[in-house]
C-alpha cells in the first residue's frame, strides 16, 4: 500500500514551547491530508484538514492558533503545536489518500507527544 | 445517535478462533468502507477495502457489506495472538474525503 510517514514518532517538550510533527506522503502526491487526534482507548478525532497552497480547514472546536497546519508541498504537511500545555499531550496522527476518487486512506505511524 | 456505531469489546478469543467484528451505520451516503487494525502507540493499518455490498476475501481476512442493512462487518479465520490490536471500520461518503469512524472493538487473541 501507499505510504505515509510520520515524524517523530515521540516527543517530549517542556509547557510552552512548540513542536513540529511532520507528515509526509513517500510514494504519491496528496494535496490534502488531515490530521487526527487520538486519547488513550479512544477513536480518532479529526482536527484539520491540510491542503496544499492554501489555508487548512479545522474541524469545530480546535484552535487555529494552537495548532498551526503548513502544508507547502505536494508531499508534506507540519502540524506546530504552540505554546504546548499538559492537556495537549496525546497521539496525533496524519492520513492522505493516495488515488483521487478512491476511498483508501492510509495513516502515518502517529506521533506521541507528552508535555510536560 | 452516532453515524457509526461499533461494539468496543474487549473481545478475547482463543487462537485458531473465528473472529467477527461488526458495525452499522445510520447514513446510507457512505459509499466506501473500510477495516482498520491499530495496534498500541502505532498508526492505524488498512485491512480493507470496499466499494460496495458482498464479499471481499484477503487470506485470513474476509469483508461483508450489507448496505441494504446498513452492516459491515470483518472476519479473521484461525486467528492468532498477532491479531491482537483494535479494530476499527470507517466509511466515507462520494467525493468527501473526511472518514467517519467506529468507536473501534479491541481484540485480544490468547495463545
Known amino acids: 500500500g501507499a505510504v505515509v510517514s510520520q515524524h517523530p514518532s515521540w516527543v517530549i517538550c517542556k509547557s510552552g514551547t512548540s513542536v513540529k510533527i511532520e507528515c509526509r506522503s513517500l510514494d504519491f502526491q496528496a494535496t490534502t491530508m488531515f490530521w487526527y487526534r487520538q486519547f488513550p482507548k479512544q477513536s480518532l478525532m479529526l482536527m484539520a484538514t491540510?491542503?496544499?497552497?492554501?489555508?487548512?480547514?479545522?474541524e469545530q472546536g480546535v484552535e487555529k492558533d494552537k495548532f498551526l497546519i503548513n502544508h507547502a508541498s505536494l508531499t508534506l504537511s507540519t502540524l506546530t503545536v504552540t505554546s504546548a500545555h499538559p492537556e495537549d499531550s496525546s497521539f496525533y496522527i496524519c492520513?492522505?489518500?493516495?488515488?483521487?476518487?478512491?476511498?483508501?486512506?492510509?495513516f502515518g505511524q502517529g506521533t506521541r507527544l507528552t508535555v510536560v | 445517535q452516532k453515524e457509526v456505531e461499533q461494539d468496543p469489546g474487549p473481545l478475547s478469543v482463543p487462537e485458531g478462533a473465528i473472529v467477527s467484528l461488526n458495525c452499522t451505520y445510520s447514513?446510507?451516503?457512505?459509499?466506501?468502507f473500510m477495516w482498520y487494525r491499530q495496534y498500541s502507540r502505532k498508526g492505524p493499518e488498512l485491512l480493507m477495502y470496499?466499494?460496495?455490498?458482498g464479499n471481499k476475501e484477503d487470506g485470513r481476512f474476509t469483508a461483508q457489506v450489507d448496505k441494504s442493512s446498513k452492516y459491515i462487518s470483518l472476519f479473521i479465520r484461525d486467528s492468532q495472538p498477532s491479531d491482537s490490536a483494535t479494530y476499527l471500520c470507517a466509511m466515507l461518503r462520494g467525493s468527501a474525503r473526511q472518514l467517519t469512524f467506529g468507536s473501534g472493538t479491541q481484540l485480544t487473541v490468547l495463545p
Open positions: 470496499t466499494y460496495s455490498s
Open positions: 491540510s491542503n496544499e497552497g492554501s489555508k487548512a480547514t479545522y
Open positions: 492520513s492522505a489518500f493516495p488515488r483521487p476518487g478512491e476511498g483508501e486512506a492510509f
Open positions: 447514513n446510507s451516503a457512505f459509499q466506501y
